[in-house]
């Protein structure tokens, strides 16, 4: 997993670089065909915004997420962007179970 952090109008500390990797973490989790993230933290007067997009294997993810406070806005980007995740896993792993099972291709020959 590649995972690119920039900053705009923000300069990106170790802490929040530390803090990004560890939520990103979680994702990597329940997923593991992720290929690569680009995580980018913009300030705007009061409002901090993150954006994330995910390259996944036949998808790519955009989730973005702001908040009064950068940590905030970090793990409402790491809950949205989990659920996004968990939800293409599901729909992909029902697509190749359906396809080639093996008990469906056993219980299809007569006897």
Same mark, same amino acid.
């Given at each position: 997993?590649?995972?690119?952090?920039?900053?705009?109008?923000?300069?990106?500390?170790?802490a929040?670089?530390?803090?990004?990797?560890?939520?990103?973490?979680?994702?990597?989790?329940?997923?593991?065909?992720?290929?690569?993230?680009?995580?980018?933290?913009?300030?705007?007067?009061?409002?901090?915004?993150?954006?994330?997009?995910? *390259?996944?294997?036949?998808?790519?993810?955009?989730? %973005? &997420?702001?908040? @009064?406070?950068?940590?905030? +806005?970090? /793990?409402?980007?790491?809950?949205?962007?989990d659920?996004?995740?968990?939800? *293409?896993?599901?729909?992909?792993?029902?697509?190749? %179970? &359906?396809?080639? @099972?093996?008990?469906?291709? +056993?219980? /299809?020959?007569?006897?």
């Amino acid at each position: 997993m590649n995972l690119t952090i920039t900053g705009h109008h923000l300069e990106i500390t170790p802490a929040i670089r530390s803090y990004v990797i560890s939520k990103m973490e979680k994702v990597k989790r329940h997923f593991d065909h992720v290929i690569d993230i680009n995580v980018i933290m913009t300030v705007e007067k009061l409002k901090h915004i993150v954006e994330a997009n995910v *390259h996944l294997r036949g998808k790519d993810i955009f989730v %973005q &997420a702001e908040d @009064a406070d950068m940590y905030a +806005a970090i /793990d409402g980007l790491t809950d949205k962007l989990d659920r996004q995740v968990v939800k *293409h896993k599901e729909k992909y792993g029902d697509v190749h %179970q &359906a396809q080639g @099972a093996v008990k469906h291709q +056993a219980s /299809d020959i007569p006897e």
